[in-house]
Nanobody
Framework: QVQLVESGGGLVQAGGSLRLSCAAS????????MGWFRQGPGKDREFVAG????????YYADSVKGRFTISRDNAKNTVYLQMNSLQPEDTAVYYC????????????????????WGQGTQVTVSS
């Protein structure tokens, strides 16, 4: 079992920034690929960003490329999502997730590849 706890969400004005954190605990002896997803009001869950086990590879949704940055600190079992130039369309519940079966440099955008999920943190961007 792997437990994930997100934090850092909140209310921010358009153009502002937030930094989300996702702390992993439990069976974290192995380093796993991680991802961030989001689900806006009335929308399906969508991929935001992913990072490989080593941190050497990252992948972003086109909608956030150039604005969001995913990173990880394996010593702290924590993944981060730095979100800049936030827009109202970024309003969503943000979830982090673990992909235990990813190859060492792999990053997946497919939600079914992720098998442990956090409870989510709300991000609201006002116009």
């Amino acid at each position: 079992q792997v437990q994930l706890v997100e934090s850092g969400g909140g209310l921010v004005q358009a153009g502002g920034s937030l930094r989300l954190s996702c702390a992993a605990s439990g069976r974290t002896r192995s380093t796993y690929a991680m991802g961030w997803f989001r689900q806006g009001p009335g929308k399906d869950r969508e991929f935001v960003a992913g990072i490989s086990r080593s941190g050497g590879n990252t992948y972003y949704a086109d909608s956030v490329k150039g604005r969001f940055t995913i990173s990880r600190d394996n010593a702290k079992n924590t993944v981060y999502l730095q979100m800049n130039s936030l827009q109202p369309e970024d309003t969503a519940v943000y979830y982090c997730a673990v992909n235990r079966l990813s190859p060492i440099q792999g990053v997946s955008s497919w939600y079914a590849d992720y098998d442990y999920w956090g409870q989510g943190t709300q991000v609201t961007v006002s116009s």
